[in-house]
């Protein structure tokens, strides 16, 4: 990971927008379909996926277990072979390649080792490492139980599946992990979500649609899943936007006043991104379709309303909200995000204390997030390897001059060029 060598200073609108932001890939939707197509039975092609860091780590992932992976004009296409190891795995900071990659490598085999950016030692691997253990897998770990990255798989080839418990407060993706390797499985999984309560239920149902758009079938009920073994597709899948990425463009048009337009929003989806469509219009914003796009004009008093909302289910937008709360004329509380505290960073602690710096007024809840009314200044934001924590100050920036954001590059995770669209979308030039 580069760190930029000094802050990149976040422009300020000068005029109300008036933009149109071609979002790239979801980055869900693309890693999810990169691992379907190592368990293809012919190739895949992924059309306009996702080409960023956390991407380029699965696609590097799958290679390194067989998988041959090719750039197309549209995108990628994947031919998968028997997966085999030895190989080494770089996760990064990536949820989706930590937590994912370990229940497709127990079917490879040979030794497989997968480690990934310091802070992703920290992030809760627990549970699914310890389900793959009850399923048969053989995993040495390090962490005080050793329960966290870097670990090492014995795979043999094979792997049984079955029925298992485990508790997903932590991360939704725990589930969806067994959930996608599982048509491979000899039984396949018959997952139970046992504990408190289980955040981002709309990326479980992802999973659930990818797995059943690939002829998988799955039945799923209350805090349980299962999906029978049986052929995955191949074929051309065409990647949607990452709504959640669209976020900070949308919250632009709060920050700045005037429209902002996303083209290809999807009719329907599971991406929690879509979410925002109702957070935004509660927060002041005039929400609409135009055709496949949608454009949101900000409030125009220019007043953002806060607001007190459950973000069980959309987690990740959390910090794009809370940059809308920290320039909102009224209260805010965000809550149901108690797991953002084992994200990129811990979000609701670095929310709080960059708030802070900018003037406001935050704290923490056991669940969430208080946010108040305060007059801003501008500061020199830490973003903690975090992407949303830098596209957090780079809206806050738009109003409030002075704001700049210590390694943007950051935003690399999941969006290929951040600070060139955003100065796009205010009609500069990078
Ligand atoms: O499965 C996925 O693609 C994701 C699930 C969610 O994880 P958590 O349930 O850990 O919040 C989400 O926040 C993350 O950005 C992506
Ligand atoms: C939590 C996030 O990412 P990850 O997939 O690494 O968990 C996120 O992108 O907000």
């Not at 030794?111 to 490492?129: L, Q, T, Y």
């Amino acid at each position: 990971m580069t760190q930029t060598a000094s802050p990149w200073p976040a422009p300020s609108a000068q005029a109300p927008l008036d933009a149109t932001v071609e979002v790239p890939g979801s980055k869900s939707l693309t890693n999810r379909h990169l691992l379907l197509a190592a368990l293809a039975d012919s190739p895949t092609e992924l059309i306009q996926p996702l080409r960023s860091r956390d991407s380029a780590l699965m696609i590097s992932a799958l290679q390194a277990l067989g998988v041959t992976v090719t750039d197309t004009d549209a995108g990628l296409r994947l031919e998968t072979a028997p997966l085999r190891g030895p190989a080494e795995i770089d996760a990064g900071l990536a949820g989706t390649v930590m937590r994912f990659v370990p229940a497709l490598a127990v079917l490879a085999d040979g030794e497989i080792r997968i480690d990934g950016d310091p802070r992703a030692r920290e992030r809760p691997m627990g549970p699914v490492i310890r389900a793959l253990r009850d399923l048969g897998a053989t995993i040495e770990a390090s962490g005080p139980h050793g329960e966290s990255l870097p670990l090492t798989i014995h795979a043999s080839g094979s792997f049984n599946g079955g029925a298992v418990e485990l508790d997903a407060s932590a991360s939704s993706q725990f589930v969806s992990a067994l959930m996608l390797a599982a048509p491979a499985y000899r039984r396949g999984v018959d997952i139970r979500h046992v504990g408190g309560a289980l955040p981002s239920l709309p990326h479980i149902a992802m999973t659930a649609q990818v797995l059943r758009e690939r002829g998988v079938e799955v039945d799923e009920a209350e805090a349980r899943w299962r999906v029978s073994p049986g052929t995955v597709s191949g074929g051309r899948i065409v990647v949607e936007p990452d709504l959640s990425n669209a976020g900070p463009f949308l919250a632009a048009a709060l920050a700045a006043g005037g429209t902002v337009r996303v083209p290809r929003w999807p009719e329907r989806t599971t991406q929690a991104g879509d979410l925002l469509r109702g957070i935004l219009t509660r927060m002041g914003a005039t929400v609409e379709r135009q055709g496949d796009t949608l454009a949101v004009t900000g409030p125009a008093d220019g007043v953002i309303r806060g607001l007190d909302v459950d973000l069980t289910e959309g987690g990740e937008l959390a910090p794009t909200v809370a940059a809308l709360c920290a320039l909102a004329a009224t209260p805010s509380r965000l809550r149901g995000i108690a797991h953002l505290r084992g994200h990129e960073t811990d979000r609701l602690a670095a929310l709080v204390t960059e708030i802070t710096r900018l003037g406001g007024e935050a704290r923490e809840t056991p669940d969430g997030l208080e946010i108040e009314p305060a007059t801003l200044r501008g500061a020199a934001v830490e973003t903690y390897h975090d992407h949303r924590i830098a596209t957090f100050a780079a809206i806050v920036g738009l109003r409030v001059p002075g704001v700049e954001v210590v390694n943007v590059a950051t935003t690399a995770k999941t969006m290929p060029d951040f600070p060139g669209m955003w100065q796009g979308m205010l009609g500069q030039r990078a």
